[in-house]
T-cell receptor, first 112, second 119 residues
């Protein structure tokens, strides 16, 4: 069964304190792994798509990496405005192959 | 990407009444749209896949007579919560996904979400 597990559940950082969020997955035939940011009371905002192991994507203070078992979202020198819930999802080959399987997210708080 | 507009952003209704939520794809003709439900501090739960011009496909455990979906055009899907009860109170979000290239997956783009409170 396709599954996504994110850790930690919650993370509190000081401004400037770099860290990484983890997304472990099992999926039959990975077609894509996706990272999203969700602010309270809003829909998820797309960040990155990763397709194959070894791939990396970068945007401002965020960098996403992918292996065959997990993905990391690295946050370098975070700012308070990076506070949000970060969601990871995968899309596999099984069944309805446009369906996304979601993790529970990591709630990130960055203190000034 | 794709721009998705969802309306209303919040609604309060009385128990027993019905509520309609609209999801519009503003810059992309979406043959398929997706409806999710999200409880506090929980992840997204796919409720149904809305197919333009045909019946929606509901996920296991989702009552199709309770959550009516209509996808009458390539840019509009609606979700109607019928005879709403307090337990239907939740955050409802729609999304569109473009078809991936070859065997590659495709990212989803979301509306702003609708906070439904049934009193």
């Amino acid at each position: 069964e396709d599954q996504v597990t994110q850790s930690p559940e919650a993370l509190r950082l000081q401004e400037g304190e770099s860290s990484s969020l983890n997304c472990s997955y099992t999926v039959s035939g990975l077609r894509g792994l996706f990272w999203y940011r969700q602010d309270p009371g809003k829909g998820p905002e797309f960040l990155f798509t990763l397709y194959s192991a070894g791939e990396e994507k970068e945007k401002e203070r965020l960098k996403a990496t992918l292996t065959k078992k997990e993905s990391f979202l690295h946050i370098t020198a975070p700012k308070p405005e990076d506070s949000a819930t970060y969601l990871c999802a995968v899309q596999g080959n099984a069944g309805n192959n446009r369906k996304l399987i979601w993790g529970l997210g990591t709630s990130l708080a960055v203190n000034p | 990407g794709a721009v998705v507009s969802q309306h209303p952003s919040w609604v309060i209704c009385k128990s027993g009444t019905s509520v309609k939520i609209e999801c519009r794809s503003l810059d992309f003709q979406a043959t398929t749209m997706f409806w999710y439900r999200q409880f506090p501090k929980q992840s997204l739960m796919l409720m149904a896949t809305s197919n333009e011009g045909s019946k929606a496909t509901y996920e296991q455990g989702v009552e199709k007579d309770k959550f009516l979906i209509n996808h009458a055009s390539l840019t509009l899907s609606t979700l109607t919560v019928t005879s709403a009860h307090p337990e239907d109170s939740s955050f409802y979000i729609c999304s569109v996904q473009k078809t991936g290239t070859g065997n590659l997956g495709s990212e989803a783009f979301f509306g702003q979400g609708t906070r439904l409170t049934v009193v």
